[in-house]
């Protein structure tokens, strides 16, 4: 067993050479910080078995923040066989800091020169074979992307730690000053500028009076495209669970006992498909965060926000995570590790999960498309420009006192060039992100969910309004009745288990609100037909998607939206935006929805957040974080029920 | 002067860091004293300074700790 560790720089390429390598596929991205924790990546080469382990990019091997932390306690406490120094070939000089660091750790080294097609673009030339020499580390170049070098690279990793096995390792040239004098005379670099395409594209995206505008209008356009691009792959989905599925797994199982019967539609496929019906969404959403990832563009915010944040207490760096926590409040957390204080972490941390993560969208969407039709996608974005706010503010507040307040306005951070993203990486990473949403959705949730119909349908076998749950949440009702979302249970009960996992609030809903009754009328099941119906149905979901991107401008969920005119009754049946749309048929009904909304943005994250805001922070944290986001949701869901309310 | 005084598009010459920590944290990052970079923007309270291998922001506060000259 031979084990190798992969060591360099932040964004050097470290992941993307080991997927080359060994088929995996670890998270990659642009931006200082993709790998926060070590991986671990296991396989055979030539009956030699390998463990490949991924360690964050790091500058120096100090405590100064938790990823070299853990890439300092890994290489001097672990048993590993080869270090391989990963390096941008065309930023040589830079890592001759780190270079020098690990070579004072006494282990047989290796390096990787990664980046080989800029360095060979950029006409740079370099005398290898005196550079081995002079450095005393046998190299070799690598192409992460296009897997050049990397066979070269493995023989030569697995000879070297095979010779190196039980003798002591001693490097000379241990001096960075001198080490870097010895690059200096063997690299030339070409006449080409490593940054030329890179400055041109800061010089508009970074300009001093453009570059916040046009981050706003990038985050505007984007949401438009996920909203617009999604929606008719949404009603899809939504229309195949609710007609299709339901209909004829209704029929399989016809003449089972009436429990089973709602067992399996309104506890499995309505509840499950409640939540599948976002799988669209959640595609579009996770191909933006990867673009923005991989481009390079997530370190240019730290400089564009830097101002903003300064003002708050934090740096422009502390909105990455935030940024991240778009996506999912779990590695937002996890990616506070790349912030140098302590106490600056903790209060990034807690801000981060007042960030819309992606498993709160579904409940914002099909709300804002029941109840504000045409401007739901603007609703939406509402809500997420709130939760900003909220978190900004949360921050100005509680950097006054001691436990939050670090030294955290000092920002160094390193922009790495523009690349254009792979296709391969995005789609990689919408695939395994979605495939996780659609794994959660049936396993963790339906799970949930089958509790929940369990205590929906009996003891009175199906009328949820005097279920276990109906009465119990009844009793709580009360209590939330000022939030206006309170005047009906059904909202009220959502909130507990949301607390597992977000998106059970829209399984839920779907399960007690869709009335899948059998119908008294003849229904006509012809399979082939209406088989055939879904796929015409597909192909104009795709058509008018494409359509809708083409005209992103207009910034509404055309699809999704009904007509205020519809009569509701007649809609309610099978679908789950018209019974939503029942739920509240009042006057205040868009009020009452906009209040859930603000609740569940603000309500305290899932359960797999808080497990690792525990883990990073402890029980001290966790404990404030809970009780701070029970109380400020259900305040400010208050406030503004009762003030919206004014003007209705 | 200090890099916080410098104006966008000037190439300076950086002679003397004056704080530990950040000389270290500048070194890993490959920039040492005598090294010559170019101060390619400031706004948003920070600074972007371009060496030939690195592109950093550098908040002002602690560019106000580093000393350069104007290269002409």
């Known amino acids: ?648 | 002067m200090m890099l916080i005084d410098g104006i966008v598009g000037q190439n300076v010459r950086i002679t003397n860091i004056k704080e530990n920590n950040l000389c270290q944290r500048l070194m890993s990052l490959g920039i040492c004293n005598g090294d010559k970079c170019c101060i390619i923007n400031k706004s948003n309270g920070n600074i972007i300074l371009k060496t030939e291998e690195t592109k950093l922001i550098i908040s002002e506060n602690l560019a106000d700790k580093v000393v350069v000259e104007v290269l002409v």
Not at chain 1, 117 to 146: A, R
Request: proline share 3%; net charge neutral.
């Open chain 1, 1 to 648: 067993m031979i084990k190798i560790a992969f060591v360099g720089n932040p964004n050097v390429g470290k992941t993307a050479l080991i997927n080359q390598i060994s088929n995996a596929k670890l998270k990659i991205g642009n931006w200082p910080g993709v790998t926060i924790e070590k991986k671990e990546v296991y396989f055979k080469v030539e009956d030699e078995d390998i463990i490949l382990v991924d360690l964050p990019g790091i500058y120096n091997l100090t405590s100064n923040t938790q990823e070299e932390k853990i890439a300092y306690d890994f290489l001097t406490n672990e048993d590993i066989d080869l270090i391989i120094n990963v390096v941008d070939s065309t930023s040589l000089e830079k890592s001759m800091y780190l270079t020098t660091v690990l070579k004072k750790l006494n282990k047989p080294m290796i390096m990787a020169l990664n980046y080989s097609d800029d360095f060979e673009k950029l006409d740079y030339k370099l005398d290898l074979e005196t550079f081995q020499k002079e450095l005393e580390i046998d190299t070799v170049f690598t192409n992460g992307k296009k897997g050049t070098g990397v066979d070269e690279l493995i023989k030569k990793s697995i000879e070297t730690a095979k010779n190196c096995k039980n003798k002591k390792i001693e490097y000379k040239k241990i001096n960075y000053e001198e080490n870097r004098k010895i690059l200096k005379n063997i690299l030339q670099r070409g006449k080409n500028n490593k940054f030329y395409l890179t400055d041109k594209i800061d010089k508009i995206l970074l300009n001093k009076f453009f570059g916040g505008i046009l981050f706003a209008m990038i985050i505007y356009v984007m949401f438009v495209i996920i909203f617009d691009g999604s929606a008719p792959f949404v009603d899809w989905v939504d229309g195949f669970f609710g007609d299709f599925i339901t209909k004829y797994v209704g029929r399989v199982i016809e003449g089972v006992p009436d429990w089973l019967y709602s067992f399996v539609i309104d506890g499995i496929i309505t509840g499950v498909g409640s939540v599948l019906t976002f799988v669209p969404l959640m595609f579009f959403i996770y191909f933006f965060m990867a673009i923005l990832e991989e481009s390079g563009y997530m370190a240019r915010v730290a400089f564009i926000l830097n101002k903003v944040m300064t003002k708050v207490g934090l740096s422009g760096k502390a909105f990455i995570p935030m940024l991240i926590g778009f996506g999912c409040t779990v590695p937002a957390i996890y990616s506070t590790r790349t912030l140098e204080d302590e106490k600056t972490r903790r209060l990034t941390a807690l801000i981060s999960t007042f960030m819309s993560c992606g498993a709160r969208l579904p409940v914002y969407s099909l709300l804002a498309v029941a109840f504000f039709s045409k401007n739901a996608a603007l609703v939406v974005v509402s809500i997420y420009i709130i939760g900003v706010f909220m978190a900004l503010l949360m921050a100005f507040i509680l950097k006054r006192f001691n436990y939050f307040k670090g030294n955290n306005e000092e920002l160094i951070i390193e922009l790495p060039p523009y690349r254009v993203p792979t296709f391969k990486s995005v789609w990689g990473s919408m695939v395994q992100k979605t495939g996780m949403y659609v794994k959660k959705a049936t396993t963790v949730i339906l799970g949930i969910l089958l509790v929940i119909w369990f205590f929906s349908y009996f003891p009175n076998n199906g009328d949820t309004e005097n279920s276990y749950l109906g009465r119990g949440a009844k009793i709580v009702q009360p209590l939330f009745e000022p939030t206006g979302f309170g005047n009906k249970w059904e909202p009220v009960a959502s909130i507990l288990p949301s607390i597992i996992a977000k998106e059970t609030v829209v399984g839920f809903l779907g399960q007690v609100l869709i009335t899948n009754e059998e119908e008294e009328e003849e229904i006509e099941y012809n399979f082939v037909e209406d088989l055939k119906e879904q796929l015409v149905g597909l192909k104009d979901a795709t058509i008018d998607s494409l359509k809708s991107l083409i005209n992103v401008g207009k910034f509404q969920i055309d699809t999704l939206t009904m007509s205020d005119e519809e009569t509701l009754d007649e809609d309610a049946g099978g679908s789950i935006i018209p019974a939503i749309r029942n739920l509240w048929n009042d006057d205040l009904g868009k009020v009452r929805a906009y209040s859930f909304m603000l609740y569940v943005l603000l309500v305290v994250p899932c359960a797999v957040a808080m497990g690792a805001l525990k883990q990073e922070f402890g029980w001290k944290l966790l404990t404030f974080q809970v009780g701070l986001l029970l109380i400020l949701p259900y305040i400010v869901s208050i406030v503004f029920f009762n003030i919206a309310r004014l003007f209705v």
